[in-house]
């Protein structure tokens, strides 16, 4: 049972450079999302999706991108990576409030991202 | 708008005793589920405990209780006999109707042997 498989673990990036975090889960959940953790900060949403084909933007949108083609997979791209999204990613994935309303969250293992 | 808040940066407790971990919300969404998390040094983060905002009761799951108080939204967790293993980052977090979660921005427990 493998639940949420982020990858990669670890990731350094030159500034301005672009790549994509890759996130599936095998619960078939509908609802997706990327947070960012940071410190003091607790963690914010990035973005999610509620469902293959449906993305909307959380509350830190700014320069990452998502598409969700399957229901498993939700990879989110950072465009042109700069200092400030030095960071660790989770993807977390759960069923549809409609579904279940007492799903919990579940993480992958996260990816610690620095940008140089 | 939804807020979640956890007031205590830092914890301490002595091992085998009871810590109470705080936590409080706001939303005007009638129906809401509250869920903690225990994030330990290694970075995962584990779910530990749901409480809805119908139930009567408060939610237990082993040592860790959650006391709900609706009219004061808090939703504090009670970790009782702690453990060494205890120590680690607790995330209060938020569902309203919807599917968005809300998370506080966590408390560090140290657990003192």
């Known amino acids: 049972n493998a639940g949420v498989t982020q990858t990669p673990k670890f990731q350094v990036l030159k500034t301005g450079q672009s790549m994509t975090l890759q996130c599936a889960q095998d619960m078939n959940h509908e609802y997706m999302s990327w947070y960012r953790q940071d410190p003091g900060m607790g963690l914010r949403l990035i973005h999610y999706?509620?469902?293959?084909?449906?993305?909307d933007q959380g509350e830190v949108p700014n320069g990452y991108n998502v598409s969700r083609s399957t229901t498993e997979d939700f990879p989110l791209r950072l465009l042109s990576a700069a200092p400030s999204q030095t960071s660790v990613y989770f993807c977390a994935s759960s069923y549809s409030f409609t579904e279940f309303y007492n799903s919990p969250l579940h993480f992958g293992n996260g990816t610690r991202l620095t940008v140089t | 708008a939804q807020k979640i808040t956890q007031t205590q940066p830092g914890m301490f407790v002595q091992e085998k005793e009871a810590v109470t971990l705080d936590c409080t919300y706001d939303?005007?969404?009638?129906?809401?589920?509250l869920f903690w998390y225990k994030q330990p040094s290694s970075g995962e983060m584990i779910f530990l405990i749901y409480?809805?905002?119908?139930?009567?009761q408060n939610a237990t799951e082993g040592r860790y209780s959650l006391n709900f108080q609706k009219a004061r939204k808090s939703a504090n967790l009670v970790i009782s006999a702690s453990q060494l293993g205890d120590s680690a980052m607790y995330f209060c977090a938020m569902r309203p109707t919807g599917n968005q979660f809300y998370f506080g921005t966590g408390t560090s427990l140290t657990v003192i042997p």
């Open positions: 999706s509620v469902g293959a084909g449906i993305t």
């Open positions: 409480q809805g905002s119908y139930d009567q």
């Open positions: 939303t005007s969404d009638p129906s809401y589920g």
